[in-house]
């Protein structure tokens, strides 16, 4: 599809149609709010995988199949001065997503660190967000998911573990946080999406099939991710000569953290199927926040954390490239370019929109498609 098929909506409207297609899936209109704020900020920062675009076929569909609870009804299940273990009841993601990084927050400003363990939720949305709630509080931000097995171990071919993000979030004197909000696999599902809707191949070594071999086709990917005969390659690729154990090893981590700690579901727990029937995904989730004014002045942390960046920065190129780039300096820039245009929707997604368009009768959204 060619760039004159994309048309570009701004992003106060496409917040408000994702607020109101949620309520008229039967989220309650605050819940509905948060859902979209996290959604939006996905398309402000340039990730489009996890936004606008996954409105219908992650949340939407899946209210109406039934697996997702559009009512989040959260539970504190055990709690300490520093600690909290919450149930959602798989209630929406970003709302028990949200309010558990505030309870991490708020028990971090009063004893130094905060953490709470979720199980029985659902997709979050992009982990980043979460981990900016505690940058903006002048904390260090931490959380991880697990999610649908995707990702093979080192030297197997079978998916067994979620693509599983590691997520951290750092305030800095710079005008925007230091965040590394990426999968522990190659790429994400959510990526070979994109992929698949543009009808363009993947690069080689994203995706292993059961017979050990790379596949590009986007498309078959996908279904053959669902059936099991391909799976996503952890970070360093295929095998250990391009560091894959390393991947592997923090997938698992993060599949540790999202289930041991408050005896939630994991792995092959959590396909979203039982005896051929939809079910809920009963994801897991941790959230960690780490008050920097209990080690230091935040000040003097914030410069010490931008000199660091703009050293990286600042430091020899490879020949011919005129830019090296520090995590989260990217998402700012997208920021700055897609402020004042807003949201690329291209046909699929126009698709998807005039569909929840008719589907919930929202008024008041005459789209240019």
């Not at 522990?184 to 995706?207: C, D, F, N």
């Not at 700012?332 to 949201?343: F, Q, S």
Request: proline fraction near 4%.
């Amino acid at each position: 599809m060619g760039k004159s098929d994309i048309v570009w909506i701004d992003f106060d409207t496409m917040e408000r149609f994702m607020a109101d297609a949620l309520k008229g899936a039967g989220v309650p209109e605050e819940d509905a709010r948060i859902c979209a704020d996290i959604l939006i900020t996905s398309d402000k920062r340039g990730i489009d995988s996890h936004g606008i675009n996954r409105l219908k076929p992650i949340y939407i569909d899946r209210i109406r199949d039934g697996i997702l609870n559009p009512v989040t009804t959260m539970e504190i299940v055990r709690e300490g001065p520093a600690t909290a273990v919450v149930d959602g009841h798989n209630g929406m993601g970003h709302v028990i997503g949200k309010r558990s990084m505030d309870i991490a927050i708020r028990k971090a400003r009063e004893f130094g660190l905060g953490m709470v363990a979720v199980r029985n939720s659902s997709h979050y949305g992009i982990a980043g967000y979460f981990t900016i709630m505690a940058a903006n509080e002048n904390m260090i931000g931490i959380t991880g998911t697990n999610a649908r097995p995707s990702i093979a171990p080192t030297f197997g071919v079978e998916n067994m573990l979620g693509t599983n993000p590691l997520v951290f979030g750092i305030p800095t004197d710079e005008e925007f946080p230091f965040v590394i909000d990426c999968a522990t696999s190659i790429t994400q599902r959510g990526k070979i999406e994109v992929y698949a809707r543009q009808g363009k191949e993947m690069p080689e070594g994203w995706v292993v099939d059961a017979d050990g071999k790379s596949t590009t086709d986007a498309d078959r990917a996908l279904i053959q991710l669902v059936d099991g005969t391909a799976a996503l390659t952890p970070l360093g690729g295929i095998g250990e000569d391009g560091g894959g154990y390393k991947g592997y090893g923090y997938a698992t981590v993060v599949e540790i953290l999202s289930a041991a700690l408050q005896a939630g579901n994991f792995m092959k727990m959590l396909t979203g199927m039982k005896d051929g029937t939809k079910v809920p995904y009963n994801l897991g989730h941790f959230f960690m926040a780490i008050d920097i004014a209990s080690f230091i002045e935040v000040e003097s942390f914030k410069k010490t954390a931008g000199d660091i960046l703009r050293e990286l920065r600042a430091s020899k190129k490879m020949p011919g490239k005129e830019r090296i780039y520090t995590a989260g300096e990217k998402e700012y820039l997208a920021w700055l370019e897609r402020k004042d245009r807003g949201v690329p929707v291209n046909k699929s997604l126009q698709d998807d929109i005039i569909a929840m368009r008719e589907l919930f009768n929202l008024k008041g959204y005459d789209f240019p498609f």
